[in-house]
C-alpha cells in the first residue's frame, strides 16, 4: 500500500527529495512525518478511519500531504477541483458523504498539533480493501457521480504502470496537470511516490516556467494533455532548454493529431507516447512502441495484469485496479475503440455524451441544467466544436428571452471556468430526436449576440 | 516605423479570427468583452491566442503578466501589446 512504500522510502533513502515546489525541496523524511501529524491533527478533529474528508488544495505539497495522511488514517480523500465553486464544492462533498474540507485556508488548522506529541495515537494501517480515493465522473444525469477507489485497487494501478515504463527512485515527475484528476494523480504524483522518486509541482500551468522547470529539475516522465503539448512546442524561449532527460513524454486525457505529434517532435526533440485510462480504472493502456511514429495513433496495449476487449465497438477491461465491475468481472468504459490484430488499441470517440476539454471532463447535461435553471431559459442544448487548432471547446444553444451576456453572468457564479461555453448561441428553437438527444445540425441560429 | 495602436487591435483581431474564433472581425470592436462576457474566452483559447501574438509580433508575453485587466477587451489588449512591441528591447535587431 502506498503509505507504506512511502514510508520505506523515508527509511531507506530519508534525504532522497520527494517534492519540488517552488524553493520548498521536501524529503521523504519530512513527507513522512507531515502526513502523520495531518493523521494526528484529524483524528483530534474528529475524523476517523472511514469518514470521508474532501481536499481543495491544487497542486500543492499540502495537497500530497493530505492525500497520504488520509491514507495512513484510514479516510476517504475526496478530491476536488480548485477551479470549482462554492455550490459545486458543497454538492460534491454532499454526494461523498464528506464532512470537512481541506482547503488552502483550513490546511494549516487542521494540521497543526505538537510536532513531537505521539497523541492521539493513530490507529492501525488500513486493511487493503479499505477505501482511499473518492474522484468524480460525469454521470448521465448530469450530477457528477463519486468513483471510490481502495487501497488496493490503487496498488494494482501503480504496479502495471511503473512495470511498463520501468520507474526507479531516480525518475522525477512533472505535475503540471490537475492532481485531482485521475490522469494527472496516478501519473504525475502516485506514481512517483510508489517509485521513490520526486515530483516537481506545477500548481497553474505557465508555457516557459513549465520548460524551465523541465530543463531545471532533470524531469523524466512528464505526461500532458495534446493542447499543453502543442502550445509547448510553439513557445519561443529566449534561450534554448534542454529537455533530454525527458524518457516518457506521456499523453492523455484528448485525442492526439498527427501534426501535433510532429510538432512536438521536430521542436522539442520529444516523442509524444498515448497513454489511455478512465477515472474508474487508471491507466490500462499505453504506447510502448519502439517505432511510435508508426503507431501515433493509437493508445498502445493493455498493460501487465490487464485484458481489454472490444465488445460492441465499445472498450470492455478487466483490471485488478477497476472500481467496479459488472458480475462477468469486466467493466464497460463507454469509450468506442477497435483493436488491431497485434492487440494495440484505438479509440474512435465516446458512446456516452461526456466531452473531454483540455484535459478535464465536462457533462453537457451539467452545463445544461444550469443554463435550464435560468428563468428566462426555455431549452438549452451543449454541444461540442472544434476551434480552429481541431481542439474541442463547448458551445451552447439557447432558447430564452435574455441576451447571452446575462446568461454568462449566471452561469459564472455556478460553473468552474473550464465548465463555461466558449460559444452562446441564441437559438428559435432545438430540434430533438426521439430519444431527446440533441440533432446538432439542424440548428438554426437567431442572433449572435454581444 | 511607428506602430500605432490602430495597428495593434487591428493585427490582434486577426489573429483573433485565424487562429482562436471563427467569426466576421466586423462583429468585433475595441470594447468587445474577451473574458467573462463577450467571447469568454476559455485558458486553452487564451493561450492560443497569446502565441499567436507573440509569432505576430515578434514579443515575449509572460503568462503570469496575462491578468484579467489586460485582457478585458481588445483595446485594453492592444494597448497592452502596444507597450511591449514598442518597447526598445522588443524591437528586431
Redesign the interface.
Known amino acids: 500500500m502506498i503509505f507504506q512504500e512511502v514510508e520505506r522510502h523515508a527509511r531507506e533513502r530519508p534525504d532522497a527529495v520527494a517534492l519540488v515546489s517552488g524553493a520548498d525541496r521536501r524529503r521523504y523524511c519530512a513527507l513522512v512525518a507531515d502526513a502523520n501529524r495531518l493523521a494526528r491533527g484529524l483524528i483530534e478533529r474528529g475524523i476517523h478511519p472511514g469518514d470521508a474528508v474532501a481536499l481543495q488544495l491544487g497542486n500543492t505539497p499540502a495537497f500530497v500531504i493530505a492525500l497520504l495522511g488520509l491514507a495512513r488514517l484510514g479516510a476517504v480523500a475526496v478530491l476536488l477541483d480548485d477551479e470549482l465553486k462554492k455550490s459545486e464544492v458543497e454538492a460534491a462533498m454532499a454526494s461523498a458523504g464528506a464532512r470537512r474540507l481541506l482547503a488552502s485556508d483550513t490546511f494549516s488548522e487542521m494540521a497543526a498539533i505538537d510536532r513531537d506529541s505521539q497523541v492521539p495515537v493513530l490507529p492501525p494501517m488500513p486493511p487493503p480493501h479499505a477505501p482511499w480515493l473518492c474522484q468524480f465522473t460525469s454521470g448521465t444525469t448530469g450530477a457528477p457521480t463519486p468513483v471510490v477507489r481502495t487501497h488496493a485497487q490503487v496498488a494494482f494501478a501503480l504496479e502495471a504502470f511503473a512495470s511498463a515504463i520501468g520507474t526507479t527512485d531516480r525518475d522525477c515527475f512533472l505535475a503540471a496537470i490537475p492532481l485531482t484528476h485521475g490522469y494527472g494523480l496516478f501519473n504525475a504524483c502516485l506514481g512517483a511516490l510508489h517509485a521513490g522518486g520526486t515530483i516537481v509541482l506545477h500548481p497553474r500551468f505557465d508555457r516557459r516556467e513549465t520548460l524551465r522547470l523541465i530543463a531545471r529539475e532533470r524531469v523524466t516522465v512528464f505526461p500532458a494533455v495534446p493542447f499543453m503539448w502543442a502550445i509547448l512546442a510553439e513557445t519561443r524561449m529566449p534561450t534554448p532548454v534542454d529537455l533530454s532527460s525527458v524518457r516518457w513524454p506521456l499523453t492523455g486525457g484528448a485525442r492526439l493529431d498527427a501534426r501535433t505529434w510532429r510538432v512536438v517532435r521536430d521542436r522539442l526533440g520529444l516523442q509524444l507516447r498515448q497513454m489511455y485510462g478512465t477515472t474508474e480504472t487508471s491507466v490500462i493502456a499505453m504506447n510502448l512502441d519502439t517505432d511510435v511514429e508508426s503507431t501515433l495513433e493509437s493508445v498502445g496495449r493493455a498493460l501487465p495484469g490487464i485484458e481489454i476487449a472490444i465488445e460492441n465497438g465499445t472498450v470492455a477491461v478487466r483490471s485488478g485496479s477497476a472500481s467496479r465491475a459488472d458480475a462477468d468481472g469486466w467493466t464497460r468504459t463507454g469509450d468506442v475503440g477497435r483493436m488491431d490484430e497485434s492487440g494495440r488499441l484505438f479509440l474512435l470517440g465516446r458512446a456516452t455524451e461526456i466531452v473531454r476539454v483540455a484535459g478535464r471532463t465536462i457533462n453537457p447535461a451539467e452545463i445544461e441544467s444550469v443554463l435550464a435553471s435560468y428563468p428566462a431559459v426555455r431549452d438549452a442544448a451543449v454541444i461540442t466544436i472544434r476551434d480552429p487548432h481541431g481542439e474541442p471547446a463547448i458551445k451552447a444553444m439557447v432558447v430564452a428571452e435574455c441576451t447571452v451576456g446575462e446568461l454568462v453572468e449566471f452561469c459564472q457564479g455556478r460553473l468552474a471556468a473550464y465548465k463555461m461555453p466558449r460559444v452562446i448561441d441564441l437559438c428559435a428553437s432545438i430540434p430533438r430526436g426521439r430519444t431527446g438527444k440533441v440533432l446538432a445540425r439542424d440548428i438554426v441560429p437567431l442572433s449572435i449576440d454581444d | 516605423m511607428n506602430l500605432t495602436i490602430d495597428d495593434v487591435r487591428r493585427r490582434l483581431t486577426n489573429v483573433l479570427v485565424?487562429?482562436?474564433?471563427?467569426?466576421d472581425p466586423k462583429?468585433l470592436s475595441p470594447e468587445?468583452?474577451l473574458i467573462?462576457?463577450?467571447?469568454?474566452?476559455?485558458?486553452?483559447?487564451l493561450?492560443?491566442f497569446v502565441?499567436g501574438i507573440?509569432?505576430e509580433f515578434g514579443i515575449?508575453l509572460?503568462?503570469?503578466a496575462l491578468t484579467a485587466d489586460r485582457f478585458r477587451s481588445l483595446g485594453t489588449l492592444a494597448k497592452y501589446v502596444h507597450d511591449i512591441a514598442s518597447a526598445p528591447a522588443a524591437r528586431p535587431a
Not at chain 2, 485565424?18 to 467569426?23: A, I, W
Not at chain 2, 467573462?36 to 483559447?45: E, F, M, R, W, Y
Open positions: 485565424t487562429r482562436v474564433v471563427r467569426m462583429a468587445t468583452p467573462k462576457t463577450g467571447l469568454n474566452l476559455d485558458s486553452v483559447a493561450l492560443e502565441v507573440e509569432d515575449t509572460d503568462d503570469a
